[in-house]
Every structure is written in C-alpha cells, then in structure tokens.
C-alpha cells in the first residue's frame, strides 16, 4: 500500500510522520507510521516511542474506541505480552485513534492459510507439525486471559485478531482488537 503523510495529536504535540494502511475494518483504519524524530524537540514523548507505531483510526460513524479502551486499561498487566503495549489515544485528521505497540508478526489467519498450503504440498516440517498440534490449547489459554483481569471478554476471537509474532526463534500468540470487548 502507499505511504502517506500524517499528523498524529497526541494531548501534547503533534507528531508529524509517514503511515502505510495495513488494514480497514468496520470499525477503523489501522497503519503503521513512522514519525520522523526531531533534533528541536528533543526529549519530546515521541522520542521515546519506536520508530514504528500502529495507530487505529475509528470511522466517526462506527466510533467504538469507548468500548476498547477500558478493556484494553483493565488488561495492562499483560500489555507487551499477550496484547500490545498501548501508548495512549491520539488524534488523526480531527479522528479518534489508539497509538499501539506495532507487533512484527502476521494474523493468524495468514499463518493457518500458509500452513494449509504447505500441508496439501506435504511439506510440512516436524516443527510446524508440534506447533499445530499445540495451537488449539494456546488459543483457548490466550482467548480465556482477559477474563482473569478486569472480567473482559474479548467479543471476536476471530483468527484475523490474533497475530503470530516471532521472537528469539518461537513464535506466540498475540490478542489484538479489542473494540467488540465487554468489561464488568
């Protein structure tokens, strides 16, 4: 997809940077941009952020980012690790959005698509064999987390919401969109 300029408010600047669509919702446009670091704003708080972010943009007519937020506030003990680090909410184009932790990985949809390919081509490796074999329980166990902080249910565990991220030579599961989410 084509790169394109952006302006991010955040409550204390704004953030001027390069964002690509990697994907539309009926809820929302989610890119990653890249904010361009500035040598007169030194110290500034995007400073501290990576060089890649994901902001989602809600559609103002489908705007649900009052649902996501408290479950993604009532789920910060696993930010980093079963979902991502949530970096506050943002402005786009006078748009609410959600500046997100970018997870280096694919859907799990992609993964399970690609894995369907190689088994019919019957090469799969033993590998990737083990890791299917494990999937089922990894799902239930990373779908059943957020009911144990804050009693919030997720609300659409489909595989295009669980990325798979590579780290140190394993991969892991990661729960994004919480925008369908109920917290009690």
């Known amino acids: 997809m084509a790169e394109r300029n952006m302006t991010v408010h955040t409550p204390h600047q704004v953030i001027e940077g390069s964002a ?20 007169a704003h030194t110290g500034d708080v995007a400073d501290d952020l990576p060089d890649n972010v994901v902001i989602k943009i809600y559609h103002p007519a489908n705007d649900c980012i009052d649902d996501e937020k ?6 910060a003990p696993l930010e980093g690790q079963e979902i991502p680090t949530v970096y506050g ?6 748009r609410r959005a959600l500046a997100l932790e ?22 799969l490796d033993e590998d990737e ?16 987390k957020p009911s144990q902080y804050g009693h919030v ?13 590579e780290r140190d030579g394993k991969s892991r ?11 009690w």
Request: hydrophobic share 45%; proline share 1%.
């Open 173 to 183: 599961l990661r729960l994004m969109d919480f925008s369908h989410a109920q917290v």
């Open 102 to 123: 970018h997870i280096h990985g694919v859907t799990l949809a992609k993964r399970m698509s690609d894995f369907l390919r190689k088994r019919m081509l019957g090469v």
């Open 70 to 75: 408290p479950a993604l506030e009532a789920l």
């Open 129 to 144: 064999k083990h890791w299917l074999c494990s999937l089922d329980a990894e799902i239930r166990d990373l779908l059943n």
């Open 20 to 39: 690509t669509t990697i994907g539309y919702s009926e809820v929302s446009e989610v890119v990653v941009f890249k904010h361009h670091h500035s040598e």
């Open 89 to 94: 909410e943002v402005a786009v184009e006078e």
């Open 153 to 165: 249910v997720h609300g659409d565990g489909e595989l295009r919401n669980i990325m798979v991220e």
